[in-house]
């Protein structure tokens, strides 16, 4: 059974930095293809960036592009999610998401491409 959980969140402040950590087990790492979600109070949930299973390549959603970075140590079984400039519309529950295999770029940031996903870390962006 494939697991996900997330770490590394807190509370930092507008223009400051975290990094947050996509551990997966039960399976390799390197047959999954994973993505970054978050979700707002309010709002819904929202893909943000991923990780393609074929070559690693990263993609990232207009709302992140040039702040955040995705990277994949499949070594570690782990997916990283670097943010910088942090900015308080950050503010979100952050979710880790698996699927085993390739997936239609069309589904790279919609929630039904996905079939494992972690409980979440709060981030929050405040001064």
């Known amino acids: 059974q494939v697991q996900v959980v997330e770490s590394g969140g807190g509370l930092v402040q507008p223009g400051g930095s975290l990094r947050l950590s996509c551990a997966v087990s039960?399976?390799?790492?390197?047959?999954?293809?994973v993505g970054w979600f978050r979700q707002a109070p309010g709002k819904e949930r929202e893909g943000i960036s991923c990780t393609s299973v074929k070559d690693g390549s990263p993609h990232y959603a207009d709302s992140v592009k040039g702040r955040f970075a995705i990277s994949r140590d499949n070594a570690k079984n782990t997916v990283y999610l670097q943010m910088n400039n942090l900015k308080p519309e950050d503010t979100a529950v952050y979710y880790c998401?698996?699927?085993?295999?390739?997936?239609?770029?069309?589904?790279?940031?919609?929630?039904?491409?996905?079939?494992?996903w972690g409980q979440g870390t709060q981030v929050t962006v405040s001064s």
């Open positions: 998401a698996a699927v085993f295999q390739a997936i239609d770029p069309d589904y790279y940031y919609d929630i039904r491409g996905y079939d494992y």
């Open positions: 039960g399976d390799t790492l390197n047959s999954y293809h």
